[in-house]
Antibody, heavy 120, light 112 residues
Framework: QVQLQESGPGLVRPSETLSLTCTVS????????WNWIRQPPGKGPEYIGY???????KYSASLNSRVTVTVDTSKNQFHLNLTSVTASDTAVYYC??????????????WGQGTLVIVSS | DIVMTQSPDSLAVSLGERATINCKSS????????????LSWYQQKPGQPPKLLIY???TREYGVPGRFSGSGSGTDFTLTIGSLQAEDVAVYYC????????FGQGTKVEIK
């Protein structure tokens, strides 16, 4: 069974770049879409974007100008960069796999999430 | 973006009784080319990630108990917990994946 694990700094200064890595184990990164979702404290999840194993990406319209998601198939990892962060970017960040072989699929496997706080 | 609105925000149900959660989308999530509703339901317990329960509006994910069922089409959907168990206490979210991806605000289910 595939497992996902987020890693990265838990504290980021305002105006800096948030960088996270999701490591996939128990399965290959090939032939799936890989996603980032965040959840501010006490609120519902917010979709950030995806990367296909071949490198295609799509991002939420509200974050499009600040987000980059990349994939490293040799390491079975994918990455999130979010630039110019503010306190409103404080959230638990999750990585997740799309269930099907299209981008229009539900999310069937999730990491445990990592809390990122934006503060000086 | 398609806006997903759930009702109620919270509900308390006695053990063994039925729990019903509604989800309405601001536009249809039914793809007429394949007759599929791009709507899923997730369960989230404290400190855990969301767990996929239902997709294509009514298909139960592998391993999900039969007391969970989904229904609806177009813009109106329902998640039903047929006989509430103590382990079902959680927040439930609907999500559309028809156009980009958006989640509802969540419905908190508690024991009465």
């Amino acid at each position: 069974q595939v497992q996902l694990q987020e890693s990265g700094p838990g504290l980021v200064r305002p105006s800096e770049t948030l960088s996270l890595t999701c490591t996939v184990s128990g399965g290959y990164i090939d032939n799936y879409y890989w996603n980032w979702i965040r959840q501010p404290p006490g609120k519902g999840p917010e979709y950030i974007g995806y990367v296909y194993f071949m490198g295609d990406t799509k991002y939420s319209a509200s974050l499009n100008s600040r987000v980059t998601v990349t994939v490293d198939t040799s390491k079975n990892q994918f990455h999130l960069n979010l630039t110019s962060v503010t306190a409103s970017d404080t959230a638990v960040y999750y990585c997740a796999r799309s269930k099907g072989d299209t981008s229009r699929s539900p999310l069937d496997s999730w990491g445990q999430g990592t809390l990122v706080i934006v503060s000086s | 973006d398609i806006v997903m609105t759930q009702s109620p925000d919270s509900l308390a149900v006695s053990l063994g009784e039925r729990a019903t959660i509604n989800c309405k989308s601001s536009q249809s999530v039914l793809d007429n080319s394949n007759n599929k509703n791009y709507l899923s339901w997730y369960q989230q317990k404290p400190g855990q990630p969301p767990k996929l329960l239902i997709y294509w509006a009514s298909t139960r994910e592998y391993g999900v108990p039969g007391r969970f069922s989904g229904s609806g089409s177009g813009t109106d959907f329902t998640l039903t917990i047929g006989s509430l168990q103590a382990e079902d206490v959680a927040v439930y979210y609907c999500q559309q994946y028809y156009s980009s991806w958006t989640f509802g605000q969540g419905t908190k289910v508690e024991i009465k």
